[in-house]
């Protein structure tokens, strides 16, 4: 199956639409959502990836797919750099700047409405792109990537968390969980009846681990590296250009 023909909502309109209406239809019941259904270890997973870019020691940060701003405010609080925070859904924005007020952080963090395709940066802008949960929902995914190489600085790294699958013996139960338990709590709480169905389905037809990295490989990085998380349900993917 590929990748970039699995879609939200199963209509004609593209999927790049599909998924701005998608987070927007779901956005006030995001963040809950998210910590009930991960039980609060894609915090843990955050703070990884921060972790690992702080050694770059990053003065200005893109983060990509910045949702509500999770990944933002804590790249932020880890590495004290400025940090913009891109999305296409303006309703996830609009929670995430609610947030980062709430939190004195509005002269650090910068919150504004674009497309990954079709970045409104220079070339060689940033000391390091983050993106959380987000490259699953490009419609080209190589076209998403080699937007984040072109607007990192030569050396410097993307970061990439994305969910994977967990291999091993845990893999049917997570599987069973993935596909009947967390769609049925997320069309509950979000009143949305695709978008928890839509995100086994994106994570089944998306590529991890070595297919992963030879994509990275083949948009122009020089070196990859990727670090499995929680058996392998996400992974942190470091390309370097």
């Known amino acids: 199956m590929d990748h970039n023909k699995v879609t939200p909502y199963n209509s004609e309109n ?13 956005a006030p019941k995001y963040d809950l959502l998210n910590h009930v259904l991960s039980m609060k ?15 770059d020691q990053p003065q200005l940060v893109l983060d990509v797919a910045t949702g509500t701003g999770d990944l933002a405010l804590a790249v932020q609080k880890g590495t004290n ?6 999305d296409l859904s303006q309703q996830m924005l609009n929670v995430g700047i609610e947030k980062i007020k709430k939190q004195n952080l509005d002269g650090k963090i910068t919150m504004q409405k ?13 000391d390091g792109v983050t993106v959380a949960f987000g490259v699953r929902n490009f419609e080209n995914l190589e076209k998403g990537l ?35 338990i967390l769609p049925a709590i997320g069309r509950l709480v979000s009143k949305d009846n695709r978008a928890y169905t839509y995100l086994p389905d994106s994570v089944n037809a998306f590529p991890f681990g070595e297919k992963m990295k030879t994509i990275l490989l083949n948009t122009g990085f020089k070196k990859v ?9 996400a992974t942190i993917y470091k390309a370097t250009k």
């Open 225 to 233: 590296e990727y670090t499995k998380l929680s058996l392998g349900i």
């Open 146 to 180: 080699s937007e984040l190489r072109r607007v990192v600085k030569e050396n410097k790294s993307i970061y990439i968390l994305e969910f994977s699958k967990v291999e091993g013996f845990l893999a049917p139960f997570y599987m069973f969980y993935f596909k009947n």
């Open 14 to 26: 593209s999927k790049k639409s599909q998924v701005e209406d998608m987070f927007d239809n779901i």
């Open 41 to 55: 270890i894609d915090v843990l997973w955050r703070n990884k990836l921060v972790d690992m870019l702080k050694k």
């Open 81 to 86: 750099s400025d940090v913009v925070g891109l």
């Open 114 to 126: 674009g497309d990954a395709e079709q970045l409104p940066f220079e070339d060689n802008k940033f």
